[in-house]
């Protein structure tokens, strides 16, 4: 099964680094913590909403970019039902969407 928290975190230094930023540059950029970057980046911590919004406005790349793993690990009904839940989000307002993702979290919780 896939690590979410790992996976997103390498795709985060993956686009960092094509930015050519370091991690302190780029926190500065995205006006978080260097701290909480680096935990994000060794998928320590998934972001909250408000600083997943940060980091995808610095990186300038769609969301789903950022969730798209590799082929092997994700099956097309997998894509499907990802491509389908963001356009889903992305029709609420920011409140719902704050809510979506605090549920999500709680589902995520070990």
């Known amino acids: 099964m896939i690590d979410l928290k790992k996976e ?7 686009y960092r680094k094509t ?5 302190m540059k780029f926190a500065e950029k995205a006006d ?5 970057l680096s935990s994000i980046e060794h998928g320590i911590t998934f972001p909250s909403y408000p600083i997943l919004m940060k980091i ?14 590799d082929e092997e690990t994700v099956t ?3 894509t499907e039902v990802f491509n389908y839940t963001v356009e889903l989000l992305e029709q609420l ?18």
């Open 8 to 14: 997103f975190g390498k795709r985060v230094r993956q």
């Open 19 to 23: 930015m050519g930023l370091s991690q």
């Open 32 to 36: 978080i913590t260097f701290q909480t």
């Open 56 to 69: 995808i406005e610095t990186l300038n790349v769609p969301i789903v970019k950022l969730f798209c793993y």
């Open 76 to 78: 097309v009904k997998d």
């Open 93 to 110: 307002d920011y409140e719902k969407r704050k809510l979506v993702f605090k549920f999500i979290n709680m589902l995520n919780e070990d």
